[in-house]
């Protein structure tokens, strides 16, 4: 007969007593037990927020619709033998041409740029801030969100206008967060109008330029039309690559250079349109090479988010192998609380004795085991919380300060620890149970209580 909702949460909380007077029974036993299994799951849960933090989709609403683009201008020559990956970057004059065609839905070129900032030409010493230089679809391109005003418009960016848009935190810190829009900043001693502030927004890994160890670095405070960059000459902050040709002493002379310093993205929604841009691409390639700029066939690269970062290899293959190991571990951390379990189990056969032979079913007395070792799951997985928390802290201390930037825990991360704690416990609580609803009333009485 099938039992009441009320009948099956009061055996449920019988079932509970009895672990609690269990463990207080064999203290020691089962704080070995806590402890193994708590620095099984701290180890491996550490080292998986890590890879956790290398390997998330930075942009999920739209990764698959965004893509780096690569053309290869330097040949054989600008690589290594048996290597055919164009180059990572872009030239400006491809740069410039691709931009011109408007062959995607939005496609904007990007570069990390440098500042020396006064706030409303303040005459005190200023600070260094990170900028980007980037074409009038960069925000609407990755989705940054805009907390006051606006970007600047297609025309703004023509004719070169000394317009910004900041960050939250750099409004925070100079303007206390109010709306900043229409005011001042001296930047490198010019000034420029503020026309937007953005909203929260740190994308990790930062996709759009990962070049030179910077994935995992904040995003920048001050954004600047491309344009207007060029027309200054603004020295890049960005990895400047020269394998494909000299870049001359001057600003100008890089303009036309072969070298490789902007990075390109476009944004494309259905697979006929990448189709489309790709073959643009390869139609492009073969201008400049009847041209007699390249010698060699088209090397073309069109690849989205989660595959441009595999490519990059951004998670890399020493946090993959400190993955495993931490989960062997916690694989070994199982073996020893099953043995320690199956040792109290096997101690307290004269208790499942009597409650067999007082009419206990296996099924209660698996329950009872069960339930016990959920409880030392639960407990484990709480002292395995603070002892990752402990070792994330640890690790930011540590690490270099792009990577101590993923090295923090978040709400789904803290369930999955607990769960994983209780899991465990259950997984090595199993066979124990599993023994003690098997043998018989009788031979487990014959070895007294």
Same mark, same amino acid.
């Given at each position: 007969m099938p039992r009441e909702p009320g009948e099956k949460r009061m055996l449920g909380g019988y079932y509970v007593r009895l672990a609690l007077a269990s463990v207080r029974h064999k203290p020691v036993l089962v704080a070995m037990m806590i402890l193994a299994l708590a620095f099984g799951v701290a180890m491996s849960m550490s080292a998986y927020t890590i890879l956790h933090g290398m390997a998330r989709d930075p942009i999920p609403t739209k990764s698959s619709r965004l893509f780096a683009v690569q053309i290869d201008n330097g040949g054989p020559r600008s690589r290594k033998p048996g290597d055919d990956e164009p180059a990572v970057q872009m030239t400006w004059r491809d740069a410039s041409a691709l931009l011109a065609m408007h062959r995607a839905l939005r496609e904007a070129a990007m570069v990390q740029v440098g500042f020396i900032m006064q706030a409303g030409g303040a005459p005190a010493k200023g600070e260094h801030v990170a900028g980007r230089a980037a074409s009038a679809p960069f925000f609407s391109l990755f989705d940054v969100p805009l907390r006051y005003g606006r970007g600047w418009t297609d025309a703004e960016e023509s004719d070169r206008a000394r317009v910004a848009v900041i960050s939250a935190a750099l409004n925070d810190r100079v303007f206390n967060g109010e709306n900043s829009v229409g005011r001042t900043l001296v930047l490198n001693g010019d000034a420029w109008r503020i026309v937007g502030v953005t909203g929260a927004w740190d994308p990790r890994p930062r996709f759009f330029d990962v070049e030179g160890g910077q994935a995992f670095d904040e995003s920048e405070d001050v954004y600047i039309p491309l344009q207007t960059a060029v027309g200054l000459g603004m020295s890049t902050?960005? %990895?400047?690559?020269?394998?494909?040709?000299?870049?001359?002493?001057? %600003?100008?002379?890089?303009?036309?250079?072969?070298?490789?310093?902007?990075?390109?993205?476009?944004?494309?929604?259905?697979?006929?349109?990448?189709?489309?841009?790709?073959?643009?691409?390869?139609? %492009?390639?073969?201008?400049?090479?009847?041209?007699?700029?390249?010698?060699?066939?088209?090397?073309?690269?069109?690849?989205?988010?989660?595959?441009?970062?595999?490519?990059?290899?951004?998670?890399?293959?020493?946090?993959?192998?400190?993955?495993?190991?931490?989960?062997?571990?916690?694989?070994?951390?199982?073996?020893?609380?099953?043995?320690?379990?199956?040792?109290?189990?096997?101690?307290?056969?004269?208790?499942?004795?009597?409650?067999?032979?007082?009419?206990?079913?296996?099924?209660?007395?698996?329950?009872?085991?069960?339930?016990?070792?959920?409880?030392?799951?639960?407990?484990?997985?709480?002292?395995?919380?603070?002892?990752?928390?402990?070792?994330?802290?640890?690790?930011?201390?540590l690490f270099p300060a792009d990577l101590a930037r993923i090295a923090t825990i978040d709400g789904p991360l803290l369930a999955a620890t607990v769960a994983l704690a209780t899991a465990s416990a259950v997984i090595a609580g199993i066979y124990p149970a599993w023994l003690a609803m098997r043998t018989a009333p009788g031979l487990q009485l014959r070895g007294g209580l």
């Open positions: 902050e960005g %990895y400047e690559f020269c394998d494909a040709g000299p870049r001359g002493q001057t %600003y100008a002379d890089l303009l036309v250079s072969e070298c490789v310093w902007l990075q390109y993205w476009a944004e494309l929604h259905t697979p006929a349109a990448e189709n489309a841009y790709r073959q643009g691409l390869i139609a %492009y390639a073969d201008q400049q090479r009847a041209a007699g700029r390249f010698g060699w066939p088209a090397n073309v690269r069109l690849r989205n988010v989660p595959d441009w970062l595999v490519a990059r290899r951004i998670v890399s293959d020493d946090a993959r192998l400190s993955t495993v190991v931490a989960f062997a571990f916690l694989g070994i951390c199982i073996v020893c609380a099953l043995a320690l379990m199956l040792a109290r189990s096997l101690a307290r056969s004269g208790e499942y004795s009597l409650r067999r032979a007082l009419g206990a079913t296996r099924r209660t007395v698996f329950l009872q085991a069960a339930t016990e070792a959920g409880l030392i799951g639960t407990c484990a997985g709480a002292l395995g919380v603070a002892l990752t928390l402990g070792a994330l802290a640890a690790m930011r201390s």
